[in-house]
């Protein structure tokens, strides 16, 4: 049977130990050493009491003894009957004696006015059982108008009676607080003391960012130091892309100290209430936010501007000029330490009308979009609020082709494609072969997943080798077919992989899966030191070589190999080769045709060639890469004297003389 759970009581005369129910003295021996105890360690079922105290060097220790210090506690059921618990303390100003420490609500109308005074401020929940309030009591400097006319408008009754007993007591400590925000917003100026009476939690605060107008949502404000230097941390939020859904991204501003007053526009941040032009502001942010929405999911885009990418403290600017693909999901899955990770977006707080009518406020579910054209991931999400295209960040997260980098790319930079609608026609090939290779690529696209090897995820790629003397066309044609089906090509060399074999295997996985992710053609110019013959002497290569077997076995996408060096490819490329095309000279009819394509793209009125000079040019034995130089030097030497000067033969033969000074055929 289970003793009597042991109790403390104050101690009176002659009697200052603990006492057992049940037993008077001695108490138990905190160290065991009492005999008439028998019961093993920790079996009695009681409880002990400890107390804190000073011993006679003033260090604190733990006593068995009943403190004779003590007084009865002031909180309690008597103070429960008031309406307000005010907690007072020494005030060591010298403004006045004492200041309040806290304001507690214990009166249910009182809580109940408060609802509406207080109603949507974050963190108050006025329906509390110990509902208490702190200095500088920041809810009421913000709702201090809102407060003003919601007692103004009360009936008369208990109600307003406890509104108004709340009212006075805050007036009074509030009212320098009160009174120089008021002062301050009417000369449109503050100093940092007060800067904290701006800013609302849930208004809407302005900013620029890498040169970009933005607005967020205020969470809560903390005021902070660095290095000595105050600031007043702003915790805002905005709306995001996570490759899945749109979402919360929370944000940190901060607004450093300063002397005295500056003009509450010149902060750089503050409430979007004090911006000049706030509604053209909204609308030119609007539309931004509109075709922020429109970049979800997988995108093939142009860009020519600056770029923000990751550097070593935080984000840095490039310069680009490519297309990009856009494409959070994938950024998230090859740069996992960089991956997005938002918050799901509530439907509250809006300031236009469309946003609080079409929507229920325990909305959060994301509707279906089966409309979005992605060759990557489908979203289903549903569509953002005029409030939440406002929030929205001015960039999406992709990759640009041509520098190779995961950059975020800001919306109103980002433009359609140009595509080439003559690449394909200009190539010199015979037209079986070009749509033989046109055929072979649109199929792989389309029915990739309907073959498969014995192994699941083996052999579904398409591998084409375009072999031949140099400047004949087999880059071009792996760009022309990619401009033609309008999709990515991805040009990679040697050097994007490096030359150490551990890492080799590890960047070429990664370029080959993001290939495949956006059915991009890839193209791997120059191929030989890949796919040059093994043999016993050279360890390091035949590692390569034997990576870029393994690997190309489970590519998904579309592979063109360039090579001018067919002879030397390994025996074991021949059988993971699809299509092999050998590129023969090119014929004076090839070469013809090369520099009339070329010439035309100048333009008729920049061109003066007769057609026997064409004949002429085409006899000459250069390849196509020549040729496009030659023009181009051509062109820029006409243009010396005269920027709409036409380009004649003898411009041309002027630069073909200097070709042939080179040593050139």
């Known amino acids: 049977m289970a003793r009597t759970k042991q109790t403390a009581r104050k101690s009176g005369p002659g009697d200052n130990d603990i006492v057992l129910t049940g037993k008077k003295n001695p108490p138990p021996d905190l160290n065991g050493s009492q005999e008439s105890i028998t019961e093993p360690k920790g079996m009695i079922c009681d409880t002990i009491n400890l107390f804190q105290k000073k011993d006679d060097d003033g260090n604190w220790i733990w006593t068995d003894e009943y403190p004779t210090d003590l007084h009865d506690p002031v909180e309690n059921s008597e103070t429960a009957k008031y309406a307000l618990l005010i907690r007072n303390t020494k005030c060591l100003d010298g403004k006045k004696k004492l200041q309040i420490n806290s304001i507690q609500i214990q009166s249910p109308l009182l809580k109940k006015a408060l609802g509406i005074v207080l109603k949507d401020y974050p963190g108050i929940t006025t329906s509390l059982e110990k509902l208490t309030f702190t200095p500088p009591f920041a809810p009421f400097v913000h709702r201090w108008l809102r407060f003003v006319k919601v007692l103004q408008e009360m009936e008369e009754g208990e109600m307003k009676d406890h509104l108004t007993l709340l009212y006075d007591i805050l007036k009074e400590e509030l009212k320098e607080t009160v009174a120089a925000k008021v002062d301050f917003v009417a000369n449109g100026v503050i100093d940092f003391a007060n800067m904290w ?3 609302e939690p849930g208004c809407l605060v302005y900013g620029t960012s890498n040169g970009y107008e933005r607005i967020y949502e205020l969470n809560f404000t903390q005021e902070g130091s660095c290095q000595g230097v105050r600031y007043l941390q702003l915790r805002c939020w905005c709306v995001d892309w996570d490759g899945e ?3 919360r991204k929370d944000e940190y501003l901060c607004n450093y100290e300063f002397l005295g007053t500056t003009k509450i526009t010149r902060l750089p941040y503050y409430p979007l209430a004090f911006h000049p032009t706030k509604d053209k502001l909204e609308e030119k942010l609007l539309q931004r ?3 922020f929405e429109s970049f979800k999911g997988y995108h093939y885009m142009a860009y020519k501007g600056v770029a923000l ?6 984000m840095i600017k490039h310069s680009v000029d490519s297309r990009i693909i856009i494409d959070t999901e994938a950024h998230n899955k090859f740069l996992p330490n960089n991956a997005v990770s938002l918050s799901a977006l509530s439907s509250s707080g809006s300031v236009f009308a469309d946003y609080s009518e079409d929507h229920d406020e325990d909305d959060m579910d994301y509707l279906d979009d089966s409309d979005v054209e992605t060759v990557g991931i489908k979203p ?12 929205s960040v001015p960039y999406v997260r992709g990759y640009a082709l041509k520098t190779k980098k995961w950059l975020h790319f800001f919306v109103n930079v980002v433009s359609p494609i140009t595509f080439s609608e003559t690449a394909f026609s200009s190539l010199v090939l015979p037209a079986e072969q070009k749509d033989l290779i046109l055929a072979f690529v649109e199929s792989q696209v389309r029915n990739k997943d309907k073959f498969d090897d014995i192994i699941a995820g083996k052999g579904r790629g398409m591998i084409l080798l375009l072999s031949g003397p140099p400047g004949v066309g087999k880059t071009l044609t792996a760009e022309s077919v990619a401009e033609n089906m309008k999709v990515p090509l991805y040009m990679m060399s040697a050097g994007d992989l490096g030359l150490d074999p551990s890492k080799i295997e590890e960047s070429l996985s990664t370029i080959l899966e993001m290939v495949a992710k956006w059915n ?3 193209l791997l110019d120059e191929a030989d030191v890949f796919l040059e013959q093994r043999d016993t002497h050279d360890l390091e290569r035949n590692k390569m070589v034997s990576i870029f077997l393994r690997v190309l076995e489970y590519y998904e996408g579309i592979l063109f190999l360039t090579t001018n060096r067919i002879r030397n490819i390994d025996d074991a490329f ?6 092999a095309m050998r590129y023969p000279e090119l014929t004076a009819d090839s070469r013809r045709h090369i520099w009339k394509t070329f010439l035309e793209g100048i333009g008729a009125d920049g061109v003066d060639v007769s057609e026997k000079e064409l004949d002429d040019l085409a006899d000459r034995k250069l390849n196509g890469r020549q040729i496009k130089n030659v023009l181009k030097t051509a062109r820029m030497l006409a243009m010396r004297w005269d920027d709409k000067a036409a380009l004649t033969m003898e411009h041309v033969t002027k630069v073909l003389k200097i070709e042939e000074g080179k040593g050139f055929d």
């Open 197 to 199: 009476t701006l800013f």
């Open 309 to 314: 990418g990751y550097g070593r403290c935080g």
């Open 574 to 579: 021949h059988s993971r080769i699809h299509v």
């Open 245 to 247: 859904k749109f979402g």
């Open 520 to 522: 991009a053609v890839l």
């Open 380 to 391: 289903s999400q549903r569509a953002l609020t005029n409030y939440e295209l406002l929030l």
């Open 289 to 291: 936010g509109k075709k």
